[in-house]
């Protein structure tokens, strides 16, 4: 089924494209949403009515994203992470922790748009990440993960606690003054009560 954007939309396109999906999908998620509109002749002419104020609009987004571009290059962001002796860190430097360090220095950056190299920086060193900006247009920064060494404290072991056996020391477990009932038997008190 043909659908027009009405507004955009990250994993489909932008506002204004026309893009082929799921009657279902359709249905149930993009136009009770108001994300996209059907393919008819009236909507066609309602989008192309609106057609010079969307294309300003994605030449403001290509401005905002060549200049975003420029301070991002310059940018050399450093990540201070707990690490062990030989520089392995405790963790992974992923697309999160970069998009909450660049959120530290004023750049809102979504997560998904961060490309690292395998699953994400698992030794001390300089890296690189890729950031989609808009469009085919892309950043690339420099990431320089430093090693936190964590101090360990040692504990003198403590001495387990002394295990008794089964039956030693019955009788310091019981109550004091009380003495320990008869055994009786059992076989005879039962013949009894037949009789």
Request: proline fraction near 4%; glycine fraction near 8%; charged fraction near 30%.
């Amino acid at each position: 089924m043909k659908v027009i954007l009405n507004k955009d939309f990250s994993t489909l396109g932008e506002e204004g494209d026309v893009k082929e999906v799921a009657k279902g999908y359709a249905r149930n998620f993009l136009f009770p949403r108001n994300i996209a509109l059907p393919y008819t002749p009236g909507m066609i002419k309602i989008i192309e009515g609106r057609r010079a104020e969307i294309e300003a609009r994605k030449e403001q987004k290509r401005k905002d994203a060549m200049g975003l571009k420029e301070k991002l290059e310059n940018l050399e962001l450093s990540i201070t992470m707990p690490a062990g002796a030989n520089g392995k860190l405790y963790g992974a430097v992923t697309n999160q922790t970069i998009a909450d360090e660049l959120a530290k220095n004023g750049f809102q950056i979504e997560r998904k748009r961060i490309e690292l190299a395998g699953s994400g920086f698992k030794n001390v060193g300089k890296y690189k990440a890729v950031i989609k900006l808009y469009e085919n247009q892309s950043s690339e920064i420099s990431v320089v993960v430093i090693g936190q060494e964590i101090k360990t404290e040692t504990h003198e072991a403590k001495p387990a606690p002394a295990r008794r056996k089964r039956g030693e020391n019955r009788e310091a477990n019981d109550a004091p003054g009380q003495e320990a009932a008869p055994a009786e038997n059992t076989s005879e008190t039962a013949a009894e009560q037949q009789s």
